[in-house]
């Protein structure tokens, strides 16, 4: 069953183990920062996730996902600040076809939790998280995670699927596939490579960078800076 959790506050989703890429909380200086507003509403969200461990939803350790979300708006070539409710879908390639069609988890992230994420990086404003991987057990497993923004002054923006493998046991049909595929290969016989149903895809923040270009220049107008006493919208 689809489990719905509204996150009011965020500490237990915040903590990566010893090994991960660790996501540092800087406090931005406002003043350096850019808002989408009406006039300049996000357009795309460019999201790079990768496997991590943290704490779930109980506070225990879990495995899933540490991520970086980055709003573009039409006339910057750098991510922008957004104002918003934040949705976190998880898919997984576990179960029946009917079954992956739905998400394993949907987070949901109120305005005041998510603006709490925010940090700043080299390319600019940035959200940083952990989303655990809610489903029992340490088997392999495909997944799939896709963000969409309700934002205040926009349109709702939804992301590209991003798909992260995360390593584990194998079920006895994979290894099965996997030894036949060795077999073949030692026989001398040619093998068919099986198109992948899922992909690790980890795009660098130069990636990022461009993919908002293209769209800032499609509009001169430059979104308004905020001021050193802006705040996020309640």
Not at 50 to 64: I, K, N, T, V, W
Not at 144 to 153: H, M, T, Y
Request: proline letters at 9%.
């Amino acid at each position: 069953m689809n489990g719905v959790v509204r996150l009011f506050g965020i500490a237990a989703l915040l903590f990566l183990v010893p090994g991960c890429a660790a996501l540092s909380w800087l406090h931005p200086d406002e003043s350096d920062l850019v808002v989408a507003d009406a006039q300049h509403p996000v357009e795309r969200i460019i999201c790079i996730w990768q496997p991590a461990e943290g704490h779930g939803l109980d506070g225990l350790p879990c495995r899933g996902f540490a991520g970086q979300i980055f709003f573009f708006t039409r006339g910057l070539p750098t991510p922008v600040v957004a104002n918003g409710e934040v949705e976190i879908f998880v898919f997984d390639d576990q179960g029946s076809p009917e079954e992956q069609a739905k998400p394993v988890h949907e987070f949901e992230f109120t305005q005041e939790a998510w603006t709490a994420l925010l940090q700043k990086t080299q390319l600019g404003p940035a959200y940083s998280l952990f989303v655990p991987y809610t489903r029992k057990g340490w088997h392999e497993a495909h997944c799939a995670l896709l963000v969409r923004l309700k934002a205040v002054d926009g349109p709702t923006v939804t992301s590209d699927m991003a798909y992260v493998m995360l390593p584990g046991v194998r079920p006895p049909d994979r290894m099965a596939q996997h030894e036949s595929h060795n077999q073949d290969a030692g026989d001398g016989g040619a093998v068919r490579q099986p198109a992948p149903r899922t992909a690790t895809i980890r795009p660098s923040l130069p990636l990022a960078a461009r993919l908002a270009r293209s769209a800032g220049e499609r509009r001169d107008e430059q979104p308004r800076k905020l001021s050193p006493r802006a705040q996020a919208k309640p």
